[in-house]
């Protein structure tokens, strides 16, 4: 159950994109297809901001969006904006009840 | 609306135990699972647990087992984690956070608990 790698931080410009990658194995992310993303600013609950590797909880931009190949998930902000510089964390089932949280990527908008 | 609103910070020593509470409203209780995650001072979110409310099944981090334990009590619709053995790496805002129900979802987390081992 080791955690899922992300990049530590990701950048980007005010009106760019940025893609976050998490890599696990063929025991979770490449196992199932329940991959959650969550938005985290220090000092407050994390966010969800993706389920099911593609899907956002209503009131979720649609800049934000989900996708995932073989053991990679990923996570795409698009249009950046101020807000959105925050820690990001994916999660994906194991199996057998277990869940494990990626590394975390810190998004600065530039 | 939904809401879940954990117990308050604790203090301890190394070796004692601890119990968070998580008490939930705004909801069906016996619908949705609750997750327990923790972030360590400058360190990422880690997952520890899952209970069903049904309090047929429990799922732990294998870095916890034999001293985490998730209970729930449906008569006061609260969760409890409690964490025994404690070192000073367990120093961590504790959340508890309901499971949408689609598989891992975490759709409304806790506030948090800081819960500080120190000697």
């Known amino acids: 159950q080791s955690a899922l790698t992300q990049p530590p931080s990701a950048s980007g410009s005010p009106g760019q994109s940025v893609t976050i990658s998490c890599t696990g194995s063929s025991s979770d992310v490449g196992a199932y297809n329940y991959i959650s993303w969550y938005q985290h600013h220090p000092g407050k609950a994390p966010k969800l901001m993706i389920y099911?590797?593609?899907k956002r909880p209503s009131g979720v931009p649609d800049r934000f969006s989900g996708s995932k190949s073989g053991n990679t998930a990923s996570l795409t902000v698009s249009g950046l904006q101020a807000e959105d510089e925050a820690d990001y964390y994916c999660n994906s089932y194991a199996g057998s009840n277990i869940y494990v949280f990626g590394t975390g990527t810190k998004v600065t908008v530039l | 609306q939904v809401q879940l609103v954990q117990s308050g910070a604790e203090v301890k020593k190394p070796g004692a135990s601890v119990q968070v509470s998580c008490k939930a409203s705004g909801y069906t209780f016996t619908r949705h699972q609750i997750h327990w995650v923790r972030q360590a001072p400058g360190q990422g979110l880690e997952w520890m647990a899952i209970i069903d409310p049904s309090g047929q099944w429990t799922g732990y981090a294998q870095k916890f087992q034999g001293r985490l334990t998730v209970t729930r009590d449906t008569s006061t619709s609260t969760f409890y984690m409690d964490l025994s053995s404690l070192r000073s790496e367990d120093t961590a805002v504790y959340y508890c956070?309901?499971?949408?129900?689609?598989?891992?979802?975490?759709?409304?987390w806790g506030q948090g608990t800081l819960v500080t081992v120190s000697s």
């Open positions: 099911e590797v593609s």
């Open positions: 956070a309901r499971d949408g129900g689609n598989w891992g979802d975490k759709d409304h």
